[in-house]
């Protein structure tokens, strides 16, 4: 089966570039052949079983070389002849075919060696798994070009360097954009694993050596009889990779009732009949999946059950997992992210501080197999938070940071957002404990407070769609963060630069664009989203995708801005406010307390102003939040135009499919900053300094047109929409019509045009002046369905609503306008998508507005 697989993975490296093979296509190397005697003819691979991993690298090596370089090798299983060869293996079993090492190299737990000097090239992991890393680190620098000759020693930062999958039983995927599982349906392990296993292949090749395959928020029925023993057939495909299975535990698990499985009265985990329900079931999952990683485990967090039902501490409940664990070697994740709602009349609330309440008394309490999994904010993977102080509060536990490579909060993979830059901000920052130097990733990987425990856990939620994740360039965001989990120490850019040469080509003109566009995009993201620490100012209740400020406020959940009329931003100072501010170490806090020292990007986080506080800009907030916007809308034109300059030079696949995607992201930035700067004007009447802000000299606001079929519609959140109204057709069974005469001179212009796209039915636009058509469109936002196949669609969680998520921009550009024209816009309604408008903009050419 395996080889198989095997042959079935060299057939896609010479197929379409539909992005399954991400950053393994091995592509032919321009001159490859220039290059063969820079490699050896021969690999031996010191394994034979063609489950174990330096089975695999021996495979990886033959396939990747003959694709690079077009160089044909044999793979050997044993000593082989006195030339030149690739050897890759163990330590151990390296000594035993060619004698000890001349000097025994410094390795970890899955480090490696990899030597290229001289005529062979040895790849010696610790362990098996390391020295599959080896064969994918020595691929990627020949599929790079890079014949250098090196003898280094890669030793990874942590032992922890899982993802997280929020993939549910019944196939859907929690925060998922990209189509459903590839394990999971209707309730059970699917039996075809294919993408599973080419997904372990992609893990290994960043260093990934675990995956949490089910959703944080978790279902019981996992544990049945049959799901354990497809768990099993799950860690059979991911084992040859060395990538291990965990899963996540939903805490009531012995009260659910499961199928097989005893059904208890109660889940306290203190009670015995508890623990040795959880004590049977670990064992039987080990008997499937010997080499289990561990659990992972949400309790009392967001309405799951957990052990404070019964008065007993977190700790109490991590070590009930951590004890069934234990004689098995595995280890429980317990997440932080714990939190109860909130009065948000209460002027000291924050929910910011419940990861210190809960569990920093805790510290010394949990067993020595326990991780603190900890989201990098002390909120929810916001566009910016301050690192979480909680790393600098439990010295004496072992941590992992919680990082989404999913962008639920940053465009759901339709906004490009690259976030090794702000990862690296997080694992760089200094929390200053003791007076000391404590970075982020020095405490993470176990160094700063001594624990052989710790590391990564990247929240990824690939589905089946052919991308992985929903998009071409959103898996820099996968890639950045196994090399960063590996070696946090290494630049964003250069990782970017990498992933660019791998998954597209070595082109200089192509990694400029690309490396440009993306490390622009989360500052334009935050700019154009929620600026100077105010958070992702997007609907918290409902997509978090679109923007609508006000879901943040008078809700329980605690992400406030404490917005009115003039002031904003949560104050968390000691002196005044929720106290949040001294949960760091002393010297940090001191930072945070004051306004005059506390960073730009995070004044609103940690400070409630007026609208006309200066920053150190010299800016007020108010103008700064307009300026901001401005700037990061503008700067998301311009990834269209950069994108625009690789046609011919990627592959047309790719290139159409990523350009639907800039387009749609320049015109959803706008929508994002009208909203925005629209709600703060109206909150504020502050005006825009720069006039810009509810002036629109090119716009033709749908419900000023005259309408058939059609009436105005008042849109919910009004910032929504432009003059804070669209329109909609009367009756969801008839087309409308919005027609009025052009008054702008005659000239060549670029027509834009704002519409909704809501989720349950195909609308359908038909754009005409002087009764010549201009441009027309079907609006068919749909979830991704199983693959890429048909029309192109956007991955985001969809809504119903005519609001800021349904709405979208369409440009047609070079259009002859006369003066005194009829431009005329027929809308047809298809179920529950009623065709909404919003404006028409007649644009001179270039301008965007
Ligand atoms: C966020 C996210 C949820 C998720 C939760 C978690 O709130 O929106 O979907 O379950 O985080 O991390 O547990």
Redesign the pocket.
């Known amino acids: 089966m395996l080889r198989l697989l095997a042959l079935s993975l060299c057939a896609s490296f010479a197929t379409a570039e539909n992005g399954l093979s991400a950053w393994l296509r091995y592509a032919p190397l321009q001159g490859g052949q220039h290059f063969h005697s820079s490699v050896p003819s021969h690999i031996v691979a010191l394994n034979s079983s063609t489950v174990s991993p330096v089975y695999i690298a021996g495979q990886e090596l033959q396939q990747g070389l003959k694709s690079i370089l077009g160089k044909q090798c044999n793979v050997h299983h044993a000593h082989y002849g006195g030339g030149s060869n690739i050897v890759v293996g163990t330590v151990a079993e390296y000594s035993k075919a060619y004698g000890a090492l001349s000097s025994t190299p410094d390795l970890l737990d899955d480090g490696y060696l990899l030597d290229t000097i001289g005529n062979t090239v040895q790849i010696i992991g610790k362990n098996e798994r390391g020295a599959l890393y080896g064969a994918f680190a020595y691929l990627s620098k020949v599929a790079q070009g890079n014949f250098t000759k090196v003898a280094e020693v890669s030793n990874p930062s942590a032992p922890i360097r899982w993802t997280n999958e ?1 993939d549910n039983l019944d196939g859907s995927i ?2 998922g954009f990209a189509g459903n599982s590839n394990w999971f349906s209707n309730g059970s392990i699917v039996s075809n694993l294919t993408r599973t296993a080419e997904y372990a292949r992609l893990l290994a090749s960043i260093g990934i050596n675990a995956v949490v395959v089910n959703n ?2 978790a279902n019981a029925s996992l544990l049945t009889p049959t799901n354990i023993e497809g768990l099993g057939r799950i860690a059979d495909v991911m084992r040859p990779y060395g990538v291990q299975v965990g899963i996540s535990l939903y805490f009531s698990s012995p009260t659910a009732g499961v199928k097989g499985q005893a059904n208890l009265t109660n889940f306290d985990p203190l009670d015995e009949s508890v623990v040795q329900w959880w004590s049977n079931v670990t064992d039987q999952i080990y008997e499937h999946v010997p080499d289990m990683a561990g659990y992972l485990v ?1 309790a009392n ?2 309405g799951q059950p957990g052990p404070l039902t019964y008065n007993r501490t977190l700790a109490e409940g991590a070590n009930l997992f951590a004890k069934a664990l234990q004689p098995h070697g595995g280890i429980v994740m317990f ?1 932080a ?1 714990v939190y109860n709602p909130l009065n948000e009349t209460v002027w000291t609330a924050d929910r910011a501080n419940a990861q210190i309440e809960f569990f920093k008394p805790l510290d010394g309490e949990f067993d020595d197999n326990v991780v603190i999994q900890i989201k990098y904010g002390p909120i ?1 993977f916001q566009v910016r938070e301050p690192v979480s102080p909680l790393f600098a509060n439990i010295p004496k536990s072992a941590v992992a940071i919680e990082l989404q490579v999913t962008q ?1 909060y940053l465009g759901q993979q339709c906004h490009l957002v690259y976030l090794g830059p702000l990862w690296k901000e997080i694992l760089d920052y200094d929390l200053r404990v003791d007076n000391e130097t404590s970075l982020v990733r020095n405490i993470i990987s176990g160094e700063r407070f001594n624990h052989s425990l710790g590391g990564y856990a990247g929240v990824s939620n690939v589905g089946t769609n052919e991308t992985w994740i929903g998009s071409h360039m959103a898996m820099s965001n996968l890639y950045a963060y196994g090399r960063l989990a590996w070696d946090p120490t290494l630049d964003a850019q250069d990782v970017l630069q990498d992933w660019i040469r791998l998954t597209f080509n070595t082109n200089p003109s192509v990694i400029d664009a690309m490396t440009q566009i993306s490390m622009e995009s989360w500052p334009a993201y935050e700019n154009y989203s929620g600026n100077l620490g105010v958070q992702t100012l997007t609907d918290i209740l409902y997509t ?1 995708f679109g923007p609508n400020p006000q879901t943040q406020d008078n809700t329980i959940w605690g992400q406030w801005t404490r917005a009115d009329q003039k002031t904003i931003g949560m104050d968390r100072t000691v002196a005044n406010g929720t106290g949040f501010a001294g949960n760091y170490p002393p010297e940090i806090a001191e930072m945070f307390e004051n306004i005059a020292t506390t960073p730009d990007n995070l004044l609103l986080w940690f400070h409630h102003v007026n609208y006309t506080q200066l920053l150190k800009s010299g800016q007020t907030v108010i103008q700064d939040f307009y300026d901001q916007h401005y700037a990061g809308a503008a700067t998301a034109q311009t990834f269209t135009t950069l994108w625009e300059s690789l046609q011919g030079k990627i592959d047309d696949e790719r290139y159409y499919d990523q350009l639907f995607r800039q387009v749609f992201q320049a015109g959803h930035s706008l929508v994002w900053r009208d909203a925005i700067a629209n709600f703060y004007y109206n909150l504020s009447g502050i005006p825009d300094e720069a006039k810009r802000v509810g002036n629109h000299p090119y716009r033709i606001e749908a419900e000023s047109m005259e309408l058939d079929g059609y009436e105005p519609y008042a849109v919910i959140p009004f910032e929504a929409a432009s003059n804070f109204t669209a329109i909609v057709v009367s009756s969801n069974t008839t087309a409308g019509t919005a027609q009025t005469t052009i008054t702008c001179p005659s000239g060549t212009y670029d027509v834009a045009v704002n519409y909704y796209d809501q989720y349950g039915g195909a609308s359908h636009f038909v754009v005409s002046l002087a009764n010549e058509t201009i441009g027309e469109w079907t609006s068919n936002l749909k979830p991704w369905i199983g693959n890429s196949e048909g029309p192109r669609v956007l991955g985001h969680t969809p809504s119903i609503y005519i609001d800021g998520h349904s709405a979208m921009r369409i440009t047609f550009s070079n259009v002859t306008v006369t003066k005194g024209d009829v431009l005329k816009i027929v809308g047809t309604p298809d179920g529950n998508d009623i065709a909404g408008l919003d404006y028409v903009s007649i644009l001179p050419l270039g301008v965007v507005e």
């Open positions: 929020w929690e925060r944080v928020n949400k967090s967001e997440r992210f929810d639920e978090h």
